[in-house]
Nanobody
Framework: QVQVVESGGGLVQAGGSLRLSCTAS????????MAWFRQAPGKEREAVSC???????YYVDSVKGRFTISRDNAKNTLYLQMNSLKPEDTGVYYC???????????????????????WGQGTQVTVSS
C-alpha cells in the first residue's frame, strides 16, 4: 500500500523561508517522479514543482528562483525549499507520487490527471504580509 506523508508547513512572514518534506513508502521511490501541488482558498489545485527519477526538474513560473525541489532516495524523501515567500504562496501544499515509473520529463510529471498520482494529505502554508 502506497503512503505519502507531508510535513513542514506553518506560518511565516513574507520574505521568510520554509522547507516542506514528504516521505513515500510502498513504491520504488528512486524510480518515481514526485510533485508538489498547492491549493489556495477558492482556487484550483496547481502544480508547483516536479522532479523525475533522473533529477529533471520543473517549476511553475511564479516560484522560479525562489523554490527548490530535491529528493533523497536513500531516505525516500522529497523536499521543497521555499525562500522569499509571498502572501500569494499561501495554501495547502500536497505531495504527490507519479503512478508511472521512469517518466523522463518533469513537466510531464506535473501534468497528470488527478488520478495519475498517489496523494498525501496536505500541509498548510500561511504567509503573512
Amino acid at each position: 500500500q502506497v503512503q505519502v506523508v507531508e510535513s513542514g508547513g506553518g506560518l511565516v512572514q513574507a520574505g521568510g523561508s520554509l522547507r516542506l518534506s514528504c516521505t513515500a513508502s510502498g513504491l520504488t521511490f528512486d524510480a518515481t517522479g514526485m510533485a508538489w501541488f498547492r491549493q489556495a482558498p477558492g482556487k484550483e489545485r496547481e502544480a508547483v514543482s516536479c522532479i523525475t527519477w533522473s533529477i529533471n526538474t520543473y517549476y511553475v513560473d511564479s516560484v522560479k528562483g525562489r523554490f527548490t525541489i530535491s529528493r533523497d532516495n536513500a531516505k525516500n524523501t522529497l523536499y521543497l525549499q521555499m525562500n522569499s515567500l509571498k502572501p500569494e504562496d499561501t495554501g495547502v501544499y500536497y505531495c504527490a507520487a507519479d503512478r508511472i515509473y521512469h517518466s523522463p520529463m518533469a513537466s510531464s510529471v506535473c501534468r497528470r490527471s488527478q488520478n495519475g498520482y498517489y496523494w498525501g494529505q496536505g500541509t498548510q502554508v500561511t504567509v503573512s504580509s
